[in-house]
């Protein structure tokens, strides 16, 4: 009898297929998924991003809290709020009431941050360095020459606190200017990055916000997580290097054995003390050296001094260590 070209479940598929009009050598393919792309959300980042833009500046809280209460001469608390992101017209259309310092300029990748705050936030901080109460309550109006030179040095003192900050991400350079407004003083970025940091002393409570284009948001983000990661690293070489060093403290049993050898039963019972007993293995034929059991090399006897000692003359490859299969 012929052996048949097909099984039994291919021929049942062939006819299921014949009498359904499909051809025989061809696989419907699944259709593809089409999932539609945002291109508004180019250049934007994460909720995740955010928060880790955030949690990378807290610490620039505390030190410029106190630096400010040096410069001001009273108690300043300064918070760092989630950061937020907007498109650069939103921000156009709210900066004319505030003020713009460009604050510092980073080398890679090349990018400005700047200094947004609102003028009521900076009034009555020019008002304690006068030696106000820092309370003023005049209307908005734009900072005169002499009141620009009077906050430099807050702007001065944040930018080099900054600076610290961001020195193991980052490389950068102080660049200090005063903007009326942002239109023409921040690059106009699809979307911007602002940082807010709330600055309190006496009854006054304002916003401070830094701002940053996407591209050095990000490189910080990267870079911190990166320095976040490194320690993690070391400390796992270092645990391993501490391991090392304790297996090599370790210490196992070392034994010098000779291949067995039979002996009659006579000849054991004429054992005396001072008699020789005679061996099969020949002098100049190696002994066995093992440890914990397991034999290792092979090996002379040797006298060192007053103590015994193997001359190694032949290192064994290792045994295979077999697991037993769970059962």
């Known amino acids: 009898m012929n052996k048949s070209l097909f099984t039994d479940s291919e021929l049942s598929l062939l006819l299921q297929r014949a009498r359904s009009g499909a051809r025989a050598g061809r696989v419907s393919a699944s259709p593809k998924r089409v999932e539609l792309y945002d291109f508004q959300s180019a250049g934007r980042l994460s909720a995740v991003q955010l928060a880790k833009l955030s949690e990378a500046h807290a610490p620039l809280s505390d030190a410029l809290g106190k630096s400010l209460s040096r410069l001001l001469g009273f108690e300043c608390k300064v918070t760092c709020k989630s950061a937020e992101q907007m498109e650069y017209g939103d921000f156009v259309k709210i900066a004319p009431e505030a003020v713009v310092f460009g604050m510092l300029r980073a080398q890679s990748p090349e990018a400005e941050s700047f200094l947004y705050a609102e003028l009521p936030a900076i009034l009555p901080t020019i008002d304690l360095m006068l030696g106000g109460a820092g309370d003023a309550s005049e209307a908005p109006r734009p900072l005169t020459d002499v009141e620009e030179e009077i906050f430099k040095p807050v702007v001065e003192l944040f930018s080099a ?132 059991g397991i034999h290792l090399f092979q090996a002379a006897a040797v006298s060192c001094g007053e103590y015994r000692g193997a001359q190694i003359k032949q290192a064994l490859p290792a045994p295979k260590i077999v697991e037993k299969e769970k059962r």
């Open 161 to 292: 606190e900054l600076q610290a900050a961001w020195a193991p991400h980052v490389k950068s350079c102080p660049r200090y200017a005063c903007y009326g407004e942002a239109l023409g003083a921040v690059p106009s970025e699809k979307n911007i990055m602002a940082l807010p940091f709330e600055i309190q002393f006496g009854e006054f409570r304002g916003e401070w916000n830094l701002i940053l284009p996407p591209q050095l948001a990000s490189a910080l983000i990267r870079k911190s997580e990166q320095q976040a990661t490194a320690p993690e690293i070391a400390a796992g070489e270092g645990t391993d290097r501490r391991l090392r060093e304790r297996l090599l403290e370790s210490r196992f049993r070392l034994e010098l054995s000779l291949p067995p050898t039979a002996v009659s039963v006579r000849s054991l019972a004429r054992l005396k003390e001072g008699q020789v007993v005679l061996l099969k293995q020949r002098a100049n034929e190696p002994i066995d050296v093992s440890v914990e």
